[in-house]
C-alpha cells in the first residue's frame, strides 16, 4: 500500500472544501452501471506508455472525445494544447451506446462546452497511485460516481478519504495530488465530465455549498455540540 493511504481509512471530510464538493445531483446508479456494462468491450487500458507502476487495472473510453479510443488530451494527437477549440471533439459511438447517461449529463450539467467525457474503470485490486492533473488550482473535474465497492477508497491531498457513494456527483479540484485504490472483488466505475464552465455551472455549485453548510449545521445541532 502507497504510503499516501497510511492515515486512517475511515476519515472523511467533515465540511464542504474548496478541493472536493458534493454537487447534491444524484442519478440512477443502476441506469448507468447497466449501460456501462454494454460498451465493456470498448474500455481500454489509459496512460498504457506511462511509467509502469503509477496504475494497475485504469481502464477508459470516451463518451466525448476525438474518438472513443483516443482517452488522453488532445496534446498527444497533435492538437495545440493552448487551444481546446482546435481538437474536433465530438460524441462517439460509446455515446450512442449510453443514451441515459448522455442525455443526463446533458439535462443536469449545463456547461458553457463539454470537452472531454470519459467513462473510467478501475479493476478489482487496481490502483492509481498520487498523481495531479492540473496546475491551477480551482474545482475543475466534475466526477459521477456510478460503482463504489467496498474497499475502494479515494484519496484528495488537502481533504482525506472522500466518502463517496454509487449515483453521486462531485467535484474536485485535481491540481491537488489524488490517488484510487481497490481493494475489493468489483470494478469501481466513474465518468469524468470536463467542460468549460458558466454562470450556470457556477449556480450549481453555489446551491450545493449552501445545501452541505446547512446539513453540516444540523449535524453539529442535533449533536449537542
Not at 496504475?55 to 487551444?83: I, P, V
Not at 442525455?103 to 490502483?127: C, T, V
Not at 466526477?143 to 472522500?162: A, E, I, M, N, Q
Not at 449515483?167 to 481497490?182: A, C
Amino acid at each position: 500500500m502507497h504510503e499516501f493511504f497510511a492515515t486512517d481509512a475511515t476519515q472523511s471530510p467533515l465540511q464542504p472544501s474548496p478541493l472536493y464538493l458534493d454537487l447534491n445531483l444524484d442519478f440512477n446508479a443502476a441506469d448507468f452501471l447497466q449501460e456501462i456494462e454494454g460498451v465493456r468491450d470498448f474500455l481500454l487500458p489509459h496512460r498504457s506508455s506511462g511509467a509502469p507502476d503509477s496504475h494497475r487495472g485504469w481502464n477508459q473510453t470516451c463518451l466525448r472525445g476525438l474518438e472513443w479510443d483516443l482517452t488522453a488530451e488532445h496534446k498527444y494527437y497533435g492538437f495545440d494544447y493552448a487551444n481546446e477549440a482546435s481538437a474536433p471533439l465530438k460524441w462517439t459511438i460509446v455515446a450512442e451506446r449510453c443514451p441515459k447517461i448522455v442525455s443526463w449529463i446533458q439535462d443536469n450539467l449545463p456547461m458553457e462546452k463539454f470537452h472531454r467525457i470519459r467513462i473510467m474503470e478501475l479493476e478489482a485490486g487496481g490502483y492509481i497511485l498520487p498523481h495531479r492533473d492540473r496546475f491551477e488550482a480551482k474545482l475543475n473535474t466534475i466526477l459521477l460516481s456510478v460503482s463504489y465497492p467496498s474497499g475502494c477508497r479515494f484519496k484528495l491531498d488537502g481533504v482525506g478519504f472522500l466518502p463517496l457513494r454509487p449515483g453521486m456527483t462531485y467535484v474536485i479540484d485535481n491540481s491537488r495530488f489524488h490517488s484510487i485504490w481497490n481493494d475489493s472483488p468489483y470494478s469501481r466505475y466513474q465518468i469524468q465530465v470536463l467542460g468549460d464552465f458558466n454562470a450556470k455551472i457556477a449556480n450549481i455549485f453555489d446551491t450545493a455549498l449552501s445545501k452541505n453548510f446547512r446539513s453540516q449545521g444540523n449535524q453539529t445541532k442535533n449533536s449537542g455540540m
